[in-house]
């Protein structure tokens, strides 16, 4: 079954030893890859060309080694797509999610559609940075700032913008504390902050458990600690009639939505789902 060559087979080798062992098989094509050192293009346009022995052979071996350690592929590559771009990252970062580029597609469109309430835009817990650099990107006239409290987080971020050439003012601090201590006021806030309670730990795969940080993952409070903490911070940090736009967990839609009605009692609020149907985002205007 090892024996394969091709490159089409040597990618259906290890899709089918992910799937036999329960892991996600998307991530094969991510370390093929970056193996054979080639563009996406290149890549689909050689499909059936035979791939170098040794290649096969280091291919392999870090499947197997996911397979077995949990260790993230994007570990052994360095890198995540995220919404079309190519990001850094390594165990001082959560791995972008595909779930939070809905939470962007979402921003974007909100503030394209009123932009000039959208001048300013902040992304809380920022991490590997993906939130602020593609909404900078992606929305040229709007000032993006972005805060962590991890100063290695924020060394991921800034190599990613300065890569990628996002022009983002990175803050050191706790939730919106460094950004209102510029005394600046956003029109956007977008934040996916760490929402798990550790209660459910057990829930996770190994590869997120062991290798994300935990200070992305869990929250006090029943995974709510972040967003009360950001929610009873907003009054300092925000124009009239903001956006704040939250990933949330899949039963986090009205908890999250009832901390930011108790401070906020006459915006809109929407509970937004993800592609796969499950409550994912806490989207409030007119704050
Ligand atoms: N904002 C980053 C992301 O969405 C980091 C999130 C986190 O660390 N909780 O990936």
Known sequence: MENVSKQYEVLKWASLFLEKNNREQRVAELLLQHHLGVSKNEYYMNMREIVPKDTIKKFQADIKRH??????????????????????????????????????????ELAKSAPNKSKTIVDVGTGSGIIAITLALELPDVEVFATDISEKALTVAH?????????????????????????????????????????????????????????????????????????????????????????????????????????????????????????????ATDL
């Open 159 to 283: 190599k990613n913008a300065s890569q990628l050439g996002a022009n983002v003012t990175f803050l050191q601090g706790d939730f919106l504390q460094p950004f209102i201590e510029q005394q600046k006021r956003a029109d956007v806030i977008v934040s996916n902050p760490p929402y798990i309670d550790r209660k459910d730990e057990s829930l996770l795969s190994d590869t997120v458990k062991k290798f994300d940080p935990d200070l992305a993952l869990f929250a006090e409070k029943n995974g709510l600690a972040a967003y009360k903490n950001i929610i009873s911070q907003l009054p300092k940090a925000i124009n009239q009639h903001a956006v704040v736009g939250f990933e949330i967990g899949h039963e986090q839609g009205e908890p999250v939505s009832l901390l930011v009605r108790d401070q906020f009692p006459t915006c809109t609020i929407k509970v937004l789902q993800d592609i796969n149907g499950k409550d994912r985002m806490v989207v």
């Open 67 to 108: 397979v077995e350690t949990g260790v993230p592929i994007q570990h052994i590559t360095g890198k995540e797509m995220f919404y079309g771009r190519e990001f850094h990252v390594n165990e001082d970062v959560l791995i972008p999610r595909p779930e939070t580029e809905e939470l962007v597609q979402h921003i974007i």
